[in-house]
């Protein structure tokens, strides 16, 4: 079956204009059709913020309770006693000038990348490659630190990034399919107490506008934010 095909007969399988409860939703997007693999559990929330302001452009990482069901692949961009420590905390490609050469070269075969501060000015001959893909490292996002070995050890373990888009809207994977519904409601929390905790003091009324959660080739079910 194309995913045409399958997203119109799981469409079919319950009311689009409804709104869920949290738990509720999570059971409907577990229950559509399979796609023949573990499919990721995305949530889209749109905020009530101007992103073309600054102050209120919202961009840092937030850390899932119960994982991401991903083996997620590190790059590190550090030297000497940092370079070691990445190494020893499990990132799966560390360097400098050779990495910063790989990647120019067109390796792309990792998900984070992260960079000691004086790192950036040879990572930033990157910034048209990793830039558009949202892989630049940026302190806002705990990807330019000094603590490496914390960092591997955050984003290997369960911690995800999150920034606005040009519309308000955020997008954050929170497990997998396989998951439990308990376990899915525990990063979805998460998430929504991340996002409630960086509220801009600038954005005025109704904050969270808009809630979905989906996976990866199903339809949009819709939350009620309250139910949260």
Do not use: C, W
């Amino acid at each position: 079956m194309n995913k045409g095909k399958r997203y119109s007969d799981a469409a079919r399988r319950y009311d689009r204009q409804r709104l869920h409860d949290a738990v509720e939703g999570l059971d409907v997007v577990k229950g559509l059709p399979s796609a023949g693999f573990d499919e990721t559990v995305d949530m889209a929330i749109r905020l009530g913020v101007d992103p073309r302001r600054a102050e209120q452009m919202l961009r840092g990482t937030v850390s899932l309770p119960s994982g991401t069901g991903k083996q997620v692949r590190v790059a590190v961009f550090a030297t000497g006693e940092a370079a070691i420590a990445a190494r020893d905390a499990g990132a799966d490609h560390v360097g400098d000038n050779d990495l910063v050469e790989a990647i120019g070269g067109g390796m792309m075969d990792f998900d984070v990348a992260i960079a000691t501060p004086d790192m950036m000015p040879l990572v930033g001959r990157l910034g048209r490659t990793l830039g558009p893909r949202g892989l630049m490292p940026n302190p806002k996002s705990g990807t330019v630190t000094t603590e490496v070995t914390k960092a591997v050890a955050d984003f290997k373990g369960g911690r995800v990034g999150y920034r606005t888009d040009r519309q308000g809207n955020v997008h954050v994977p929170i497990g997998k399919v396989s998951f439990s519904t308990e376990e899915l409601m525990e990063n979805l929390r998460s998430v929504m107490e991340e996002l409630q905790r960086v509220r801009p003091a600038a954005s005025k009324g109704r904050y969270v506008q808009r809630v979905t959660v989906s996976s990866t080739m199903g339809p949009p079910v819709k939350i009620d934010p309250a139910s949260i």
